[in-house]
């Protein structure tokens, strides 16, 4: 339904919505409304999972850690639950406020805080210069996502990759930058390049899907791609 797609019920359901769900009675019928699908009301689709979101459902960050639970099969524990959003039918609903982690802050940036001023000097030669680049490099990144400047952040990648297209990884840094940036077209270009050279790798597709359809962040969680400088 989240795609726009028309489901078949059987037996009640909270989602049996007309003009976007209707009930299966028997194979008779389903074979007749299958040669003609009607197209799903769209209006009502974003109206029932806008009331999901923002009335019924509550939301909460946690931890989960994955046990062995037999030979065949392990479950996930989760633990440490901390609730954003808490509505209880008849109560106004409760929005807690954890302190955000700003990346910009985290210790990883520490080495390239205090970076060697380069101006008037000659660029390295002999087998130290690869390093020495990829170094800067990894500087100018650590800039760029310091100051913000996250669209000069992609371009970066997105140079990267134009030499060397056989890693896709590149692609999808430079699809984070630009969601940074608030350029989703952008990013959405680049996950789509990166999902057909990674078809097996459903990180890729997920997040595609939450930077197409944002509201399915709910539903699928949020995995962006760790920028690795």
Not at 38 to 45: F, I, L, M, R
Not at 89 to 112: E, H, K, N, T
Not at 121 to 150: E, Q
Not at 152 to 165: G, I, L
């Amino acid at each position: 339904m989240a795609f726009n797609k028309r489901v078949f019920y059987y037996g009640p359901c909270f989602y049996a919505i007309d003009g976007v769900n209707e009930p299966f009675i028997d194979a008779e019928q389903m074979a007749e409304t299958l040669r003609s699908v009607a197209p799903v009301d769209k209006n009502k689709v974003h109206q029932f999972f806008n009331y999901l979101l923002k009335e019924l459902y509550s939301f909460a960050d946690w931890k989960a850690d994955v046990a062995a639970f037999s030979n065949l099969s392990n479950r996930t524990k989760v633990k440490d639950i901390k609730f954003t959003e808490v509505r209880i039918p008849g109560y106004a609903p409760a929005i807690y406020q954890y302190p955000a982690f700003d990346l910009r802050r985290s210790v990883l940036f520490d080495p390239y805080r205090h970076h060697a001023n380069l101006n008037g000097k000659s660029t390295p030669v002999g087998p130290g210069a690869s390093a020495a680049a990829a170094k800067a490099a990894a500087t100018s990144i650590a800039n760029f996502l310091t100051d913000g400047k996250f669209t000069e952040a992609a371009a970066h990648f997105e140079t990267e990759y134009q030499k060397n297209t056989s890693k896709p990884n590149l692609l999808r840094a430079a699809a984070e930058m630009h969601i940074r940036a608030g350029n989703r077209a952008k990013a959405l270009v680049h996950l789509k390049t990166a999902s057909r050279q990674l078809p097996g790798n459903m990180k890729v597709r997920k997040r595609l899907l939450v930077v197409k359809y944002p509201f399915l962040e709910r539903v699928i969680g949020e995995n962006a791609f760790p920028v690795k400088l």
